[in-house]
């Protein structure tokens, strides 16, 4: 595999010099000249749901696992290095606590919702704490499963969310020869309505009525706590602890504050006509323990718009459902140990938090490649370390590697203007989430099926569940990704939408930068093997490509 994994030992007999000789996934057999040999069991073999520490992986050497936050244990966790060069049986079975299920909670047919799924919509929405919401929406040539980032309780109207933005497709598995950025704002009682907008900020919007499902998660990972007190929140966010209804948090320099933020997407009228209003604006909460809100909203051609102070306490629902795993500032050899741990989880379908500094984030997209683990989070802005906003107000975007690397771009909001690309060595301290994901299936570059099955997946979409894609690169770059949403054709096939992650370059030395004009990316991956992207600026214009040199694609389903 990797330097990293390919570890190589010395062993010096008298008089004579060792060879080392390496098998794949397997042990070492290390000789000297005389033909004594010395057996090597290699790393021990990864379980899932456990840490392993060891300090030696030659004969009769021990291994001690021991099961992960997330998950209840059963054994001892010993495992000894054999004269076979293999490692004993383990005896530990560890088991996951963090479960989570998903209840079709009502169904809107074109017209109406029943009353009675819609009081029953609204209690599940009003008495969890922040739930995660999803929608399916069928459409006359696919269906739709949607993440919804923003909903609430209308009095008379039932419920509402708005989608994540997305760009405009022109099938089930392709976007547009132009695509317009896509707003979709679903209502319980069966409408719909859309805005597309260019970018030259000219918009339309229509309304539809559809047939929309809608899933509520229950999700025993978050903590029903609401206390905004600073210390219980650095407490838990040190222990990885990270509330999901915000996309990163910021730290002030003295600990004083912490500030939570989210993209909370694009103007809409909430309390008469639940519609789209234009001229449209997007805006950003930023809600802090010292008990202010910020609201920072632009317009979508770039015009900085306004910035509103509130009084508002920020609650606080910790998940609970995430072990920290390593700092970059640990010592090298703890580090070789727990970046495969890291390494070995993303295979598994785990995604990872990371802090850097004063920065809190979860992964947007996981990269493997060259004996590291390089994470891109999701956009944030500046100033992070203030709890306010103002007219000079940023984008940002973080790159982090295991090597301890970190890269920022700070860009011009609504504009293809790069302000600055900084690199700088910083500790960061990394998290691997608790949950488990099942490997529902894993195709090739031409969909045909290397393992699991297409109808368990559409199963698990039809429920509403949350899916993860890994693509393995003939090249060896395994990228694990979030999906967003999920089209599925007539015929069955999925498609995996990955919306706004920032453009990377990929070199060896774990070299991963930005491009120079931090462009982003919308991703297109299906059932069939294809993997297409978009690539642009705001206000620049963009590019389609297909990606080549895929060799497999596995998706991983949260259970």
């Avoid at 910790?318 to 700092?327: E, L, M």
């Amino acid at each position: 595999m990797t330097k990293v994994w390919n570890m190589m030992q010395k062993i010096k007999g008298k008089g004579s010099k060792s060879s080392v000789h390496h098998l794949k996934d397997g042990f070492n057999m290390i000789t000297n000249k005389s033909d004594i040999a010395i057996v090597d069991c290699g790393f021990p073999p990864h379980q899932d749901g456990a840490k392993v520490d060891y300090t030696s992986t030659t004969f009769n050497a021990k291994a001690n696992y021991l099961c992960v936050k997330g998950y209840s244990s059963l054994g001892t966790g010993k495992a000894v290095c054999l004269s076979n060069g293999t490692w004993s049986e383990i005896d530990l079975v560890c088991s996951v606590s963090c479960h989570s299920s998903w209840q079709q909670v009502a169904t809107t047919t074109a017209s109406t919702t029943p009353i009675h799924q819609r009081y029953a919509l609204r209690n599940r929405i009003s008495k969890t704490c922040k739930p995660t919401v999803r929608v399916k929406a069928d459409f006359s040539s696919w269906s739709r499963a949607a993440y919804i980032s923003l909903y609430g309780v209308k009095m008379y109207s039932g419920i509402w969310g708005m989608t994540v933005r997305g760009l405009t497709k022109l099938s089930w598995d392709s976007f547009e020869t132009s695509p317009q950025r896509e707003y979709e704002l679903f209502v319980s009682d069966g409408k719909s309505s859309y805005m597309f907008m260019n970018d030259s900020g000219n918009e339309t919007i229509s309304t539809m009525h559809l047939n929309i499902t809608w899933f509520v998660k229950n999700d025993q990972c978050i903590s029903t706590s609401h206390s905004s007190d600073t210390g219980s929140v650095l407490t838990s966010l040190s222990e990885g602890e990270f509330d999901p209804f915000f996309d990163t948090y910021h730290v002030d320099d003295r600990n004083n504050t912490v500030c939570g933020q989210r993209t909370v997407d694009v103007s809409h009228e909430e309390y008469e006509r639940l519609a789209f209003y234009p001229p449209p604006y997007w805006f950003i909460h930023k809600d802090c323990t010292s008990g202010r809100q910020h609201v920072l909203r632009w317009r979508l051609t770039g015009e900085f718009m306004n910035t509103e102070p509130r009084n508002c306490s920020m609650s606080w629902c910790p998940d609970t459902c995430w072990h920290h795993v390593f700092d970059t500032k640990a010592s090298p050899t703890n580090n070789e140990k727990h970046i495969r741990h890291l390494f070995r989880g993303v295979q598994y379908g785990h995604n990872i938090m990371l802090k850097v500094a004063h920065v809190i984030a979860k992964a947007r997209e996981v990269i493997l490649f060259d004996g590291h683990v390089t994470v891109g989070v999701k956009e944030f802005w500046l100033p992070a370390d203030k709890d306010a906003f103002s007219s000079g107000s940023l984008q940002a975007w973080m790159i982090a590697s295991t090597s301890g690397r970190v890269v920022q771009c700070t860009h011009f909001p609504e504009s293809p203007h790069v302000k600055e690309i900084k690199e700088e060595e910083k500790y960061s301290a990394w998290f691997l989430d608790s949950r488990q994901w099942d490997k529902v299936l894993s195709t090739d570059d031409t969909g045909t099926v290397l393992s699991g099955s297409k109808s368990t997946l559409l199963s698990n979409v039809n429920e509403g569940r949350s899916l993860r894609v890994g693509v393995l690169h003939t090249n060896g770059v395994y990228k694990a990704l979030e999906v967003d949403t999920v089209d599925v054709s007539r015929n069955g096939q999925i498609a995996a939408n990955i919306i706004h992650n920032v453009d990377l370059v990929i070199g060896r030395g774990n070299n991963v930068r930005f491009t120079d004009t931090c462009r982003m990316v919308s991703s297109i991956i299906t059932t069939e093997g294809s993997y297409k992207i978009y690539t642009y600026n705001i206000g620049a214009g963009g590019n389609h490509s297909i990606v080549t040199g895929v060799a497999k694609i596995e998706w991983f389903v949260e259970l």
